[in-house]
């Protein structure tokens, strides 16, 4: 029990760190995006935010499994991208600050569902492959 305490405490802060160099990357590959293949100056940004999304909420469920982050993670995540169908003055300018802007977005894309959902699987790989397997085995 203590040992799943410690791991799960270990887990809280990798998922902290995870998020923090996220968010960093999502920023740099907007104010960056010129120095990028246009591939990734068009994709990266949505993907790392909903990558950024899958830590959080593993950070909030510690005790549930990957799966329910995952699903979590694109209800939120698409809960935001369909909001963007509505564009009241008051949510408007709340998405006419930087916060605002970066959580709410502004216009309903399409695309960007795909893009949270590819970022959401690979945030789940990366997570499955490296942090989950590592403190399971008690390496």
């Known amino acids: 029990m203590i040992l799943l305490k410690t791991a799960n ?7 902290t760190v995870l998020v923090l160099i996220l968010i960093l990357l999502g920023l740099a590959s907007r104010t960056y995006s010129n120095n990028l ?3 990734l ?3 990266a940004g949505d993907a790392l935010w909903a990558m950024m999304v899958y830590f959080g909420f593993r950070f909030l ?3 549930k499994g990957i799966g329910t982050a995952i699903v979590a993670s694109l209800l939120f995540s698409f ?3 369909f909001s963007q169908l509505y564009q009241g003055d008051w949510i408007n300018q709340i998405r006419g600050t ?5 959580v709410l977005g502004h216009g309903f894309i399409f695309v960007d ?3 949270y959902t590819v970022g959401i699987f690979i945030g789940a790989f990366i997570d ?5 397997q590592y403190f399971r085995n008690g390496d």
């Open 41 to 43: 100056a068009e994709n």
């Open 128 to 132: 499955r492959v490296t942090f989950v």
């Open 98 to 102: 930087l916060p605002g802007a970066l």
């Open 9 to 15: 405490r270990t887990l809280r802060i990798v998922y």
């Open 113 to 115: 569902l795909i893009r």
């Open 79 to 81: 809960a935001i991208e």
């Open 61 to 63: 469920l510690i005790r």
């Open 37 to 39: 293949y246009p591939f």
